[in-house]
Each structure stands twice: as structure tokens, then as C-alpha cells.
């Protein structure tokens, strides 16, 4: 008899911790909104050989901007967020490339329906990529600006002047999980303007949590059943 109430204890104590673990996912109170981003432009005309990709990702709270869109400033909310950015720099002629890591700060947000499209941040230290042929031993500094990624090459090719990375073909794509576990990706594209087009999903429940709650689901039906 005892052994029989401890397995129906433990049986519906584990249903129940599915479902309040899934529920505590979707109501947001596993952890902040999660951005992650990747993009894959060419440079241009001044070094037409080298393209660029890339990688950036960071966490930021619901709280920190609002469900209107727009722009936010992280200054007056949450101060200034730290994103991890990787950049690739990519020989066209040889397919050889280089990749450099590196945390740029996040000022503000660029928002489109309550989902984070873009953002804005400090400027990298100088980056070299020395084992490409394509980069010419010219030193580089990335950064957002206005939501979108921008390479420069200080005093490309010995000039005076510095170059900014073109955007063709360009495509950049960003994931935004929010507090409450929804996830929203947006395409961005530019028109021939070079203004940003934004392509949005409808937003769906992160895998993780729908998961988890079916299988609460799932142990709750199962014990009905056997009660039947």
C-alpha cells in the first residue's frame, strides 16, 4: 500500500514539476530575452576580393524597452548592455578567412512590434586580418550603427581615408527570444537606397519550453488514464 502512494506521489509530483517548469519558461522567469544575429555583406569596390560575416549575441529584459516600435535608448533603462561579436573577414579569390572576437557595448535598440530588430554600439579596437591576402595588411574597426553592421578600413591601401564596407547582396538575420519564451525572427534586407527592409515571423514558442510543457501534458494524460 505504501509503496503504491509513493509511486503515485512521485508520479503526479513529476507531471506537476513539468508543467510548472514549462509555465515558468513561458512566463518568462527562466532568464532575459536573448538576441542573436548573423549577417554576410561584401565589402565594395576599394578591396572587392573581401566579403564579411558574422556573429553577435546578448541578453536583455523585456523591461529595458517597450512593445512599441521605435528606438530605445539602454542609457536611461538598463545602462549600456555587452554584446560578443564575431567578425569574419573572407578571401573571395582563396575562400580563406579569419575570424576575430571581440564585446562591443549596446546604447540602444531598434524596435518592431515589441521584437529587437537592430541596435546601436561602440566602435571596435583595431582589427587585423593578416593571414588575408584580400585585406592588404590594413587594420579594421567594426560596430552597429542605426541597426546595422558596419566595417571600416582606416587608411585603406595607404590613403588618407578611410573606406566603409558595402552592402551588397547584404542579408542580416536576428532572432529574438523574449522573456516570455516567444521567438521572433526578422530578415533584413536594404532597398537599392540602402534603406532597411524588415521581414518579420510570428512569433512561436521557443522549442525548449514547448517541450517541456508537453511532456507535462503528456504525464498528466497518463495518469488519467491509468486512474480510469
Same mark, same amino acid.
Given at each position: 500500500m505504501?509503496?503504491?502512494?509513493?509511486?503515485?506521489?512521485?508520479?503526479?509530483?513529476?507531471?506537476?514539476?513539468?508543467?510548472?517548469?514549462?509555465?515558468?519558461?513561458?512566463?518568462? @522567469? /527562466?532568464?532575459? *530575452?536573448?538576441?542573436?544575429?548573423?549577417?554576410?555583406?561584401?565589402?565594395? $569596390? =576599394? #578591396?572587392?576580393? &573581401?566579403?564579411?560575416?558574422?556573429?553577435?549575441?546578448?541578453?536583455?529584459?523585456?523591461?529595458?524597452?517597450?512593445?512599441?516600435?521605435?528606438?530605445?535608448?539602454l542609457?536611461?533603462?538598463?545602462?549600456?548592455?555587452?554584446?560578443?561579436?564575431?567578425?569574419?573577414?573572407?578571401?573571395?579569390?582563396?575562400?580563406?578567412?579569419?575570424?576575430?572576437?571581440?564585446?562591443?557595448?549596446?546604447f540602444?535598440?531598434?524596435?518592431?512590434?515589441?521584437?529587437?530588430?537592430?541596435?546601436?554600439?561602440?566602435?571596435?579596437?583595431?582589427?587585423?586580418?593578416?593571414s588575408? @591576402? /584580400?585585406?592588404? *595588411?590594413?587594420?579594421?574597426?567594426?560596430?552597429?550603427?542605426?541597426?546595422? $553592421? =558596419? #566595417?571600416?578600413? &582606416?587608411?585603406?591601401?595607404?590613403?588618407?581615408?578611410?573606406?566603409?564596407?558595402?552592402?551588397?547582396?547584404?542579408?542580416?538575420?536576428?532572432?529574438?527570444?523574449?522573456?516570455?519564451?516567444?521567438l521572433?525572427?526578422?530578415?533584413?534586407?536594404?532597398?537599392?537606397?540602402?534603406?532597411?527592409?524588415?521581414?518579420?515571423?510570428?512569433?512561436?514558442?521557443?522549442?525548449?519550453?514547448?517541450?517541456?510543457?508537453?511532456?507535462?501534458?503528456?504525464?498528466?494524460?497518463?495518469?488519467?488514464?491509468?486512474?480510469?
Amino acid at each position: 500500500m505504501k509503496s503504491t502512494l509513493t509511486r503515485n506521489f512521485l508520479h503526479r509530483g513529476l507531471a506537476l514539476a513539468l508543467l510548472v517548469g514549462g509555465a515558468m519558461t513561458g512566463a518568462g @522567469l /527562466a532568464r532575459a *530575452g536573448a538576441i542573436s544575429e548573423v549577417f554576410d555583406p561584401a565589402f565594395g $569596390p =576599394v #578591396l572587392p576580393q &573581401l566579403s564579411y560575416a558574422g556573429t553577435f549575441k546578448f541578453n536583455v529584459a523585456d523591461s529595458c524597452f517597450g512593445s512599441a516600435s521605435g528606438d530605445y535608448s539602454l542609457i536611461s533603462t538598463c545602462g549600456p548592455i555587452t554584446g560578443h561579436a564575431q567578425l569574419t573577414l573572407i578571401d573571395n579569390a582563396s575562400s580563406q578567412s579569419e575570424t576575430k572576437a571581440f564585446d562591443l557595448k549596446i546604447f540602444s535598440l531598434k524596435v518592431l512590434d515589441g521584437a529587437v530588430v537592430g541596435w546601436t554600439t561602440n566602435t571596435s579596437s583595431n582589427q587585423s586580418f593578416n593571414s588575408l @591576402l /584580400a585585406a592588404g *595588411g590594413n587594420s579594421f574597426q567594426f560596430m552597429y550603427a542605426g541597426g546595422l $553592421p =558596419v #566595417l571600416t578600413c &582606416l587608411a585603406c591601401n595607404g590613403s588618407s581615408d578611410d573606406a566603409y564596407g558595402k552592402y551588397a547582396d547584404f542579408k542580416q538575420t536576428v532572432s529574438h527570444t523574449n522573456d516570455a519564451g516567444l521567438l521572433t525572427t526578422t530578415v533584413v534586407t536594404l532597398t537599392p537606397s540602402g534603406a532597411p527592409i524588415y521581414t518579420p515571423t510570428t512569433p512561436v514558442p521557443e522549442p525548449g519550453s514547448m517541450a517541456l510543457m508537453l511532456g507535462g501534458l503528456l504525464a498528466v494524460a497518463w495518469l488519467r488514464r491509468r486512474k480510469i
